[in-house]
């Protein structure tokens, strides 16, 4: 299978993940943000977020064993991971801790960035350029040392959340929060 069809079967099984995927109205759904996520790389700049990667990776081997039609190239399965990937996989772990559904604490991060408003109908240049921004924000972690502007946001840091990993950083939040 190419590769392009490949990934476009794993983006959509990804959104699967979290959101419907037979909805017609454009202002429900979000493909071409999902798609600009899926392209752009979560890059690990604290100590231990390479296990985010890691993660992020696995979902395509649990995406594979649910389509036992299709193989994963070792290039592919080898390839950055998303920041798709990785707001799926912190989802899961707030799910995990909290007890919510994926999907709820998915949209919950996308909310956090105000990425929630770029639907499919709304997406356009300057949609695409803010979110790059966005989330080379996250990625390069210049938002405030308290979290502001980046996923986990806090009231009382006791780190400067930018030198902190993501699991720690999701950790605290969580404490705080709820």
Same mark, same amino acid.
């Given at each position: 299978?190419?590769?392009?069809?490949?990934?476009?079967?794993? @983006?959509?099984w990804?959104? &699967?993940q979290?959101?419907?995927?037979?909805? &017609?109205?454009?202002?429900?759904?979000?493909?071409?943000?999902?798609?600009?996520?899926?392209?752009?790389?979560?890059v690990?700049?604290a100590?231990h977020?390479?296990?985010?990667?890691a993660?992020?990776?696995d @979902?395509?081997?649990e995406?594979?064993?649910?389509? /036992?039609?299709?193989?994963?190239?070792?290039?592919?399965?080898?390839?950055?991971?998303?920041?798709? /990937?990785?707001?799926?996989?912190?989802?899961?772990?707030?799910s995990?801790?909290?007890?919510?559904p994926?999907?709820?604490?998915?949209?919950?991060?996308?909310?956090?960035?105000?990425?929630?408003?770029? #639907?499919?109908?709304?997406?356009? &240049?300057?949609?695409?350029? /803010?979110? /790059?921004?966005?989330?080379?924000?996250?990625i390069?972690?210049?938002?405030?040392?308290?979290?502001?502007?980046?996923l986990?946001?806090?009231? #009382?840091p006791t780190?400067?959340?930018?030198k902190?990993?993501?699991?720690?950083?999701?950790?605290?939040?969580?404490?705080?929060?709820?």
């Open positions: 299978m190419p590769l392009e069809e490949l990934d476009e079967q794993y @983006l959509e990804l959104y &699967s979290v959101a419907p995927v037979k909805v &017609s109205a454009r202002t429900r759904t979000y493909w071409k943000l999902f798609h600009q996520m899926y392209k752009t790389i979560f690990a700049l100590p977020d390479e296990n985010r990667i993660d992020g990776r @979902l395509r081997y995406f594979l064993a649910e389509r /036992e039609d299709l193989q994963g190239d070792l290039d592919w399965m080898r390839s950055p991971c998303s920041m798709l /990937e990785l707001f799926i996989i912190l989802a899961r772990q707030l995990f801790e909290m007890d919510d994926v999907d709820v604490w998915f949209w919950h991060l996308m909310e956090t960035l105000d990425l929630v408003q770029f #639907n499919d109908r709304k997406y356009n &240049s300057h949609a695409e350029e /803010e979110i /790059e921004r966005t989330l080379d924000r996250v390069w972690r210049n938002y405030e040392p308290n979290g502001q502007g980046g986990f946001p806090l009231r #009382n780190r400067d959340q930018r902190v990993e993501l699991w720690y950083q999701l950790n605290a939040y969580l404490l705080e929060q709820f």
